[in-house]
């Protein structure tokens, strides 16, 4: 069963997201965009796992290597889109200009785990991004969706970044590792 490290980005504790969001929203349906919306749980994936018999090994070993990450700020600014591999949707998605360090070493860190245990997984670049959305491919270009998307405002969101999870893909938390402070 497909299974996820991921880490919780709470952008919705900023002041400002409420309305940006619902603004948001509102431009891109009056765009006519069909869109399949993401409203909770937003969180970067740092490792997506395609089968379940590693888990307990991962986590054991994953422990270890969160015992040395402390939490750390991220700023969030950047609001976009992607075609996903398989060229069936869109994601919409925001992200960092500049991605803390401390993320690409949690991907890669996670990674290193899952080679060295021969688990089956996502192998594709990590690319780091908050999925808000899917768009259907065959309803919208992705040069169209751009467009309507960097008219947007967008402002800057300042997260502190605390909480690493790994749950299974409908939800249900496998384990949470808290940041030390």
């Known amino acids: 069963m497909a299974n996820f490290f ?3 980005i709470p952008v919705r504790k900023d002041e400002g997201w409420n309305e940006w969001a619902k603004e948001m929203r509102s ?3 009056a765009a006519g965009i069909p869109v399949r919306w993401q409203m909770f749980h937003y969180h970067m994936t ?3 796992l395609d ?3 590693w888990i307990e090994d991962l986590n054991q070993e994953f422990e270890q290597c969160m015992s040395v990450f402390y939490s750390f700020p991220i700023t969030i600014d950047k ?3 992607f075609t996903t591999g398989d060229g069936a949707s869109h994601i919409i998605y925001l992200t960092s200009s500049q991605v803390p360090s401390q993320i690409l070493t949690l991907a890669e860190d996670a990674r290193t785990l899952a080679d060295s245990m ?5 192998k594709r670049p990590f690319k780091p991004h908050v999925t808000l959305s899917r768009v259907p491919a065959d309803k919208v270009s992705l040069e169209q969706l751009q467009s309507v998307l960097h008219r947007i405002e967008q402002p800057v969101f300042r997260c502190v ?8 893909f409908k939800g249900d938390i496998i384990k949470t590792w808290k940041l030390k402070y």
Request: net charge negative.
């Open 27 to 29: 431009k891109i349906k």
């Open 161 to 168: 970044l605390n909480e690493v999870e790994h749950r299974y």
């Open 51 to 53: 089968d379940d018999n």
């Open 118 to 122: 021969n688990a089956n997984y996502d």
């Open 6 to 8: 991921e880490i919780k």
């Open 46 to 48: 740092l490792l997506f």
């Open 79 to 81: 609001l976009d889109a």
